[in-house]
C-alpha cells in the first residue's frame, strides 16, 4: 500500500511540471533565443546592442515607477495602517471598498482619468480652467499611484493585523509614544508586508504601457511602450531582446529586495 | 482629535479613488456621446450596448476562456499542491516553487512576449497561421498565469490540514484515490474556491497578456475596451463597465451578508452549548 500512495503523490505534480516546463520555461529560452538571433535565424548581438539607445528611456521609466512606488508607500502605509487599527466590522468594509475598483478593467479606470484630466476633460469643465495636466509625467505618477495603490495596501494591512495587539501595549507600558511604537515596533515588524507591497507596485508600474499612453499623452514612451511598439510592428528580435533586459533588471531588484526580508510571509493576497 | 485625523484620511483617500468610477457611472447616463460634457440623463448607451453584437461575442469570448481556463488551472494547481506537499525532496520542491512563481513575479509584459513567441515557434512547426490557435493559445496562457495563484491558495491549507486524517482513511480501507476525494478534498475546499476564484478573475480582467498572444479571430472584453479606447470612446464602455460594477458590488454584499449569518449562527450554536 506504501507503494501504491507515493505513485499516486508522484503522479498528482506531474501535470504541473511538465505544463511549467513547456509553457513556463521554454518560453523563456524562446525569448533569450530571438534576442540573440536575427530574422533569418543567424546569431547576433545586434539587439542587444541597439538597446544602448534605449538608455534614456530605462532612466525615465525607472524614474516613474519609483517615484510612483514611493507615493504609494507614503500614501498606502497611512491607509494600511488606519484599517487595521479599525473595529473588526469596518476593516472588512474598508478592504472591501479597496478592492472594489480593482474589479473594475484597468482600461476602463485609466481611461476614466484621463477623461476627467484632459484638456477639455471633465475637470477643466467643471472649473472653466483650462489646466494642462495630461502629458505631464505628475499625470503618469498618478495614474500608476491609483491603478497599484491597493497592491501596497494590501499586504501591509495583512502584516499589521497579523501583529499581537500587545505588542502596543507592552511598547507604551516601556515608554513609546504613539510616533515610537509606530516607528520603532510596528514598521520593523510590518516590513515583509512593505517589501511586497513594493515589489508588486514595482513591476507592473515600470513595465506598463497602457498608462504612459493615455496619461502621457502620446508625449512618453517607457520601456514597456518600447516592447509594445516592437510587438506591434513585427520586429520580435528587438522586442524579445529589450523584454529580456527588463525581466533581468527586475529579478535583480527583487533578489536584492527579498535580502531584506527574512520571510516571504507577507505574501501575496489579492 | 486623532480619529478625526483618520476618518479624514480614509475620507480623502477612497475618495480619489472613487472619483473615477463614480464619474464613469455618471457618464454611461449621458445623452450626448462625450466623456467630459454632460447633456442630460438617458439610457441611450445601454441601449446601444445592448445592440451591439461585438459586445456581446466579447462578453461570451470572456466568460468563456475565464471559466475554462480557471477550473482546468484549479484541477491542475490543486493536484500540484498535493503533489509538492507530498514531495520528499526539498531541492526539487524549492526548484517547482521557484519556476512556478515566475510568471507571477515576471511583468505581464514579458510573459505576454515570451508565450506570444512560444505560439509563433509552434505555428511554424506545425505550420500553420498563428491566428489558427486563437483561443487555444490564449486558454494555454490564462491557464499559466493562474497556476501560481491557486497552488498559492491551495498549498497552505493542505499543509495546516496535515496528513493524521487521511492516514487515518487508508487505515481504514479507503483507496489513497478514496482519502483523497473523501477526506482532504472536502477540508481544503476552502482553498481550492478561493483559488478557483483568484483564477477567474484575473483571467477575466486580463489585458497585457492576451493582447500579446490574443489574434483577431478570438476577441475578448479587455481587449475590445483595448481597441476602442484607442479611438475616442463612445459612453457605452462606460455603461458596461457600470453593468460590471453593480454586479460585483452585488455579489460582494451577497457573499458578506452570508457570511455574517453564517458567523452568527455558529455564535448561538456555541452559545448553546
Known sequence: ?270 | MKKHLSTAYLVLIFGILYIPILTLIFFSFNSENSTAVFGEFSFRWYKELFNSPDTFTALRNTLILAISSATIATVIGTAAAEGIYKMRSKVLKATINSVTNIPMMNPDIVTGMSMMLFFVVVAGILRISYDDMGFVAMLIAHITFCLPYVILSVLPRITEFGDSLSEAALDLGCTPMQAFFKVKLPNIMHGVVSGFVMAFTLSLDDFVISYFVGSSKFQTLPLLIYSMTKKKVTPDMYALSTLIIITIFALLIFSNVRSGREEERRKRKAARK
Open chain 1, 1 to 270: 500500500m506504501k507503494k501504491k500512495r507515493s505513485i499516486m503523490h508522484s503522479i498528482a505534480a506531474a501535470p504541473h511540471i511538465f505544463w511549467a516546463i513547456l509553457f513556463i520555461v521554454l518560453p523563456l529560452f524562446i525569448v533569450v533565443f530571438y534576442a540573440f538571433t536575427d530574422e533569418s535565424g543567424a546569431f547576433t548581438f545586434d539587439n542587444l546592442a541597439s538597446l544602448k539607445n534605449y538608455t534614456k528611456l530605462f532612466g525615465l521609466s525607472l524614474e516613474l515607477s519609483v517615484l510612483a512606488t514611493f507615493v504609494c508607500f507614503l500614501v498606502g502605509y497611512p491607509l494600511a495602517y488606519i484599517i487595521a487599527r479599525a473595529p473588526a466590522k469596518r476593516q472588512k468594509i474598508y478592504i472591501m471598498l479597496l478592492m472594489l475598483p480593482m474589479w473594475t478593467n484597468l482600461l476602463i479606470r485609466t481611461y476614466s482619468i484621463m477623461a476627467i484630466l484632459d484638456d477639455g476633460g471633465f475637470l477643466n469643465q467643471l472649473l472653466n480652467t483650462e489646466l494642462h495636466i495630461i502629458g505631464t509625467k505628475g499625470a503618469v505618477i498618478f495614474g500608476m499611484v491609483y491603478d497599484f495603490l491597493p497592491y501596497m495596501v494590501l499586504p501591509i494591512y495583512t502584516c499589521i493585523s497579523k501583529i499581537d495587539k500587545h505588542m502596543w501595549e507592552a511598547a507604551s507600558d516601556l515608554g513609546c509614544n504613539t510616533f515610537q511604537v509606530i516607528t520603532k515596533v510596528i514598521f520593523p515588524l510590518s516590513l515583509s508586508g512593505v517589501i511586497s507591497g513594493i515589489t508588486m507596485v514595482f513591476v507592473p508600474s515600470i513595465s506598463t504601457f497602457y498608462i504612459s499612453q493615455k496619461l502621457g499623452g502620446g508625449t512618453f514612451e517607457l520601456i514597456g511602450d518600447t516592447i509594445e511598439r516592437q510587438f506591434v510592428s513585427g520586429a520580435l528580435n528587438t522586442g524579445a531582446a529589450i523584454s529580456l533586459v527588463m525581466m533581468i533588471l527586475i529579478l535583480i531588484s527583487l533578489g536584492i529586495m527579498n535580502k531584506f526580508s527574512d520571510a516571504d510571509e507577507g505574501g501575496i493576497i489579492v
